[in-house]
């Protein structure tokens, strides 16, 4: 414990300034939280959700996991999807990936990590799928880059594939599930324009209806 004092200081030290600033920051954070968004991000540590966003503690619900992966057999996700929006009532879920992501590189390459290669299968997949458009962009760069991007666009479909978002919309939740990427060189934030806000925009085949 000796070894991590610094984090303990660096808490306090964080802890007094936020008192400071409001005396009753976390008396008003202690009984609830109360977030519009739901963050679904990429477990790297260069991307803090609520720094990058200029947030305070209590306005994200964040899910990090290797490459922002929404495995439609993934109970963890299944599960922060359901408790953001049945009992936060999030109003927006943000699926964001990130330049120079190791998990989409890594799923690009012939070469096995180990356990991880069965997560990053989804990536592969979109791969498969994608294959003349990302072999038409010769700079291997580019084409890293628009898989990060693909990539990001099926997880947020994925997510809109559940019958938690789908339900959402049945009852009338106001609800939008975005696309972004986050680039670690400038420390931006990209729109991929990629934003569905009820089930009209889902392919039919991916539409179901609640049995009453």
Not at 112 to 123: A, E, P, Y
Request: hydrophobic letters at 35%.
């Amino acid at each position: 414990m000796k070894e991590l004092k610094n984090l303990f200081d660096n808490n306090r030290e964080w802890a007094e300034s936020k008192l400071k600033d409001d005396p009753k920051f976390f008396s008003k954070i202690t009984t609830h939280q109360n977030p519009k968004y739901l963050w679904i991000g990429c477990s790297d540590s260069r991307i803090p959700a609520t720094e990058i966003l200029k947030l305070e503690p209590g306005d994200l619900f964040v899910h990090r996991n290797i490459a922002n992966l929404f495995h439609h057999t993934d109970f963890n996700s299944l599960s922060v999807l359901q408790y953001a929006i049945e009992y936060l009532n999030v109003e927006h879920v943000i699926v964001c990936g990130h330049y120079g992501c190791g998990g989409v590189a890594a799923a690009m390459g012939n070469e096995q990590f180990g356990l991880v290669d069965n997560w990053l299968r989804n990536i592969r997949d979109i791969y498969s799928r994608e294959k003349k458009l990302l072999e038409r962009i010769a700079d291997e760069q580019e084409r890293y880059k628009k898989l990060v991007e693909l990539n990001v666009i099926y997880q947020v479909m994925n997510v809109c594939h559940t019958t938690i978002v789908q339900n959402a919309w049945a009852r009338g939740n106001k609800l939008s599930v975005h696309g972004w990427v986050y680039d670690i060189s400038n420390g931006k934030l990209k729109d991929l324009n990629c934003c569905i806000s009820s089930i009209d925009q889902i392919e039919d085949t991916y539409c179901t209806l609640e049995l009453h």
